[in-house]
């Protein structure tokens, strides 16, 4: 069974400031990881996907997320908030079992940039 | 390249009607998957298709939802009768292979 936990329901930063959003995992097998977001009255959008053995990984708009096998995390970072990153961020993990595709969602973290 | 398109963007029904909601998925991708999100939930699969098959239902949650897929192109979702605790948002995903899944923008469907 795999599950996923966001730590923070929201996250309020100022604009220019780092973003942290975190998330936690649990995983049977060796999962793949993505992080998705959602603008309001939007679909969901791909940010970054981590499917290998790297720990860091670039997404768009400047975010990147760290895979730490050890502390079963993925937390998503950006270096400096925009206005436009307000949005709902989702840590989404899939097992690697071929066959059983389904994404499992994290709760959803709420980013409000604060001008 | 089109992305995945839902119809209608926004349903509003009385309990004990029904609602079909419809998924085109981006051409040429076999796989195709429900979501939905209730009020204050997390987003939950419901269903994957692989083509016109059923790989897996297991997130259906009753009898009263129906997906098919017409011919391995698009799907719908039939909720008959709609009940109070399916309002929320429907999502549809489409992937190729073991692709990252892409949405829709989802179908609000609110049941009175």
């Known amino acids: 069974a795999q599950s996923v936990t966001q730590l923070d329901s929201h996250v309020s930063v100022s604009e220019g400031t780092p973003v942290l959003l975190r998330c936690n995992y649990s995983s049977s097998y060796s999962p793949s990881l993505f992080w998705y977001v959602q603008h309001p009255n939007k679909g969901l959008q791909l940010l970054l996907k981590h499917t290998s053995a790297a720990t860091l990984v670039k997404g768009i708009n400047g975010f990147e997320a760290e895979f730490k096998k050890s502390e079963t995390s993925f937390h998503l970072t950006k270096p400096s908030a925009h206005m436009s990153d307000a949005a709902e961020y989702f840590c989404v993990v899939r097992d690697t079992n071929f066959g059983n595709e389904k994404l499992t969602f994290g709760t959803g973290t709420r980013l409000t940039i604060i001008p | 390249e089109a992305g995945v398109t839902q119809f209608p963007s926004h349903s509003v029904i009385e309990k004990g009607q029904t609602v079909t909601l419809r998924c085109d998925p981006i051409?040429?991708?076999?796989?195709l998957y429900w979501y939905r999100r209730v009020m204050g939930k997390e987003i939950k699969f419901l269903l994957h298709?692989?083509?016109?098959?059923?790989?897996?239902e297991s997130g259906m949650p009753n009898n009263r939802f129906l997906a098919e897929r017409t011919g391995g192109t698009y799907s719908t979702l039939k909720v008959q009768p709609a009940e109070l605790e399916d309002s929320g948002v429907y999502f549809c995903?489409?992937?190729?292979?073991?692709?990252?899944?892409?949405f829709g923008d989802g179908t609000r469907l609110s049941i009175l």
């Open positions: 298709f692989v083509k016109e098959s059923k790989q897996d």
């Open positions: 051409s040429g991708h076999d796989n």
């Open positions: 995903a489409s992937s190729q292979g073991y692709q990252p899944q892409h």
